[in-house]
């Protein structure tokens, strides 16, 4: 279990357990110093955000089995690195994003406003 926060301050929830995500592959966006993207931002992806980002050259939709990797699909669940999200926003395709399982590391990068928008999970 996590005792990192989310950006509401809260423990960090789970992001997907299947496909697994997260930098550490515990199913959450935790975060460290090694994690130089900062992948943070959990995520419901969309095709129209997976072909944006093959085409800014990260392909999540292909398959890489040595790693153990079956490629992400329309409604899978990742930890996107803050960054890329940001760039898909000012590209108008910015995936919805799971609040209660982003990281507050994220606000470095992204307005909190920008992320209430795109929420899934804010009533």
Excluded at 26 to 53: I, K, M, R, W, Y
Excluded at 93 to 114: F, K, M, N, Q, Y
Aim: charged share 20%; with cysteine; aromatic share 6%.
């Amino acid at each position: 279990m996590t005792t990192q926060k989310n950006i509401f301050g809260e423990p960090l929830a789970l992001c997907s357990a299947k496909p697994l995500t997260g930098f550490t592959r515990s199913g959450c966006c935790e975060t460290g110093p090694e994690d130089a993207g900062s992948h943070t931002v959990c995520v419901e992806v969309t095709p129209e955000f997976l072909d944006f980002s093959q085409r800014m050259g990260n392909d999540l939709s292909t398959p890489v089995p040595a790693f153990g990797f079956d490629g992400l699909r329309g409604g899978d669940r990742w930890c996107l690195c803050a960054a890329r999200w940001q760039q898909a926003l000012e590209a108008g395709v910015a995936p919805r994003v799971v609040l209660g399982a982003t990281h507050e590391r994220c606000l470095e990068v992204i307005d909190i406003d920008d992320l209430k928008s795109h929420a899934l999970d804010l009533i």
